[in-house]
């Protein structure tokens, strides 16, 4: 079992940047997938962003160039540091951990961007 905690969430004025937290429990983080999904309202949740346990990252074409995605495998923790926010990216942001073919997600935190 995999347990999340995400933090970090906010209001912000559009153009500004948040940095959004995932602690993870285990031992072996190093070796999970780890992403970001958001969900707004009246909306399916999607995909943001992605790190692969080999270092590899992987961007919703809607954040690329803006968003980036780090972990650190030291403290069981993955970032996304969110930059040139826009009304659009209003959701809730979940954290996910694929590890051993299952998926863990944390309870979201809010992000809310005013234009």
């Known amino acids: 079992q995999?347990?999340?905690?995400?933090?970090?969430g906010g209001l912000v004025q559009a153009g500004g940047s948040?940095?959004?937290?995932?602690?993870?429990?285990?031992?072996?983080f190093s070796s999970y997938a780890m992403g970001w999904f958001r969900q707004a309202p009246g909306k399916e949740r999607e995909f943001v962003a992605a790190s692969w346990s080999g270092g590899n990252t992987y961007y919703a074409?809607?954040?690329k160039g803006r968003f980036?995605?780090?972990?650190?495998?030291?403290?069981n923790t993955?970032?996304?540091?969110?930059?040139?926010?826009?009304?659009e990216d209003t959701a809730v942001y979940y954290c996910?951990?694929?590890f051993q073919?299952?998926?863990y997600w944390g309870q979201g935190t809010q992000v809310t961007v005013s234009s």
């Open 2 to 8: 995999v347990q999340l905690v995400e933090s970090g």
């Open 61 to 63: 074409d809607s954040v």
């Open 68 to 75: 980036t995605i780090s972990r650190d495998n030291a403290k």
């Open 101 to 103: 073919g299952s998926h």
């Open 78 to 87: 993955v970032y996304l540091q969110m930059n040139s926010l826009k009304p």
């Open 96 to 98: 996910n951990a694929n």
């Open 18 to 28: 948040l940095r959004l937290s995932c602690a993870a429990s285990g031992r072996t």
